[in-house]
């Protein structure tokens, strides 16, 4: 149901714009990495600075492929009524609507959110080189995507209070369901569409948990 939602005709404008505003920023920091390192490392050979912007242009490119997924939740919070409001509408037409958060929150939300990735995969990234790293990247961002995008969703029906409970109760299922996600995270480009299918995603996983709450 998510994967329809998001590429129905009705998603695609906030699907484009969020994809547009992902690359957009990756290619600004690469820009301006790119304009620093020329700025203040110079050799006596060109050849050297050549190799060192060159170099420095491979890293990023490297560290992007593991850091995509804390950039791309970034946006969550920023489209995540967006895709809520349409999935409810779609398909939960009896429910009540959902609250959407207000812009403030969902700013400091989405910056909150992107320090925890950012902090997790950074602290999870040299297990890569042991094995196990894919495996624990996948589970710590599994149970990340859970909470926050569980949570998030569910304050647009109710308190924080409450859907922190709610998520708590029904945490097996939900860490379950967020490995799909967190698998989708490490697969280049696919991990730019994350935000958008996750939202979608436990949209209607929170009305499943929700009527078996009832």
Do not use: C
């Amino acid at each position: 149901m998510a994967i329809g939602d998001l590429v129905s005709p009705e998603f695609r404008s906030v699907l484009f714009k969020a994809l547009g505003l992902t690359i957009a920023l990756f290619i600004a920091v690469l820009v301006i990495a790119e304009v620093m390192i020329a700025s203040f490392t110079h050799f006596s050979w060109p050849w050297a600075d050549r190799l060192v912007e060159l170099g420095t242009g491979l890293a990023l490119l490297v560290a992007f492929f593991f850091l995509m997924s804390p950039v791309t939740a970034a946006f969550a919070g920023l489209f995540l009524d967006q895709i809520a409001e349409k999935v409810e509408a779609r398909h939960y037409p009896w429910d009540p609507r959902g609250t959407p958060l207000p812009i403030g929150r969902a700013i400091l939300i989405s910056l909150q959110f992107f320090a925890v990735v950012l902090v997790v995969n950074l602290a999870v990234l040299p297990m890569v080189f042991f094995g196990v790293g894919a495996f624990v990247l996948v589970a710590a961002n599994a149970y990340l995507i859970g909470r926050e995008y569980f949570e998030m969703v569910a304050m647009r029906h109710m308190p924080l209070e409450e859907a922190k409970i709610l998520r708590k109760e029904n945490s097996p299922k939900i860490f379950v369901a967020a490995l799909l996600p967190a698998l989708l995270s490490i697969v280049p480009f696919v991990n730019l569409t994350v935000p958008l299918f996750s939202t979608a995603y436990f949209t209607h996983l929170f009305k499943s948990v929700q009527a078996s709450s009832a």
